[in-house]
Each structure stands twice: as C-alpha cells, then as structure tokens.
C-alpha cells in the first residue's frame, strides 16, 4: 500500500505538446489536398467558354461511384482553324484519334463517364462526331458541361 501512496503523491509531470508530429501530418495533409486539386485542374481548358443552359441539372455524385470520369475538353480556336480536341492536356488533330483512349479507359472501368466541355462556339457537328466514336466504344454514360444562369460571368458594367 505505501507503493501506491508514494506514486500517487508524486504525480506524474505534465505531458509536453509535441510540435514535431503535428507539423508532420499538416504537411501531409498539404500533400494530399494539392494533389487532389492538380488532378481536377488538368482535367479542365482555362479559356473555354462553356455555353449556358437554362434547365441545367447538377450531375449526380453517388451514380460515378465504381466508375472513372473521361474529361474531353473540345476548344474554339478560330473561325477558319479546326477545333483543339484534348484529353488530360493531350491534344489529338482528329476526332477520331480519341477512339483508343477511350477504349483504353473503358477496359480499366467498365462504368466509364465522359464528360465534354465544349466551348461555346463549336460546332454541332464536332459535338456529333465526338458522341459517335463515344457511341462507338459502347459508353453510355454521357455528360455536357454548362454554365448555369448563376454560374454565368455578368456583363461588365457600361463606363459613364
């Protein structure tokens, strides 16, 4: 008993906090979360203009689950120049150079989604082609990217 007693009275010291391991884990967490963001911005064309939609919907998170995402992304580079198709910063002269690449990532993910963001001044005939070969490769699973009315930029305002 008198073991007991003389612990107790001691007490043990306070614990220290430990600044090491902390700083650990915030820099992996760092790493993680800048990961994940390069990820989603290489999937996306800085000067695209998307085109608005009025009766847009927001696309449904839990249906990708078990399946990949496919970003094509299909630019407007002038009136008289073909449109730039690109897949993950990978630029292709044709449409149907893209076929392969499709095929590729339906073979690693049966429930495979491809997503177009189209600029806003292509033609449907390009949009058509692209639906063909997606058509082709036997995926179902086709998305547009919109802006909503919300999303839209606003016109600057008129100079007095």
Do not use: C, W
Request: proline share 9%.
């Amino acid at each position: 008993m008198s073991r007991k007693r003389k612990k107790h009275e001691e007490g043990e010291p306070e614990p220290e906090f430990q600044v090491a391991p902390m700083v650990d884990v915030l820099l992996v967490l760092l790493m993680f979360f800048m990961s994940i963001t390069s990820t989603e911005v290489l999937k996306k064309v800085a000067d695209l203009q998307l085109p608005e939609a009025i009766h847009s919907q927001d696309k449904d998170k839990k249906a990708e689950k078990g399946g990949g995402e496919v970003v094509v992304n299909v630019s407007y580079p002038g009136p008289d120049k073909p449109p730039a198709i690109s897949i993950d910063q990978v630029g292709y002269g044709s449409v149907d150079q893209i076929g392969p690449v499709l095929q590729s990532r339906k073979a690693q993910s049966p429930q495979l989604r491809v997503l177009i963001r189209a600029d806003e001044n292509i033609e449907y005939r390009t949009l058509a082609d692209i639906m063909k070969v997606v058509g082709a490769n036997q995926i179902g699973n086709v998305t547009f990217a919109v802006l909503t009315s919300k999303d839209a930029p606003k016109p600057a305002a008129p100079a007095p």
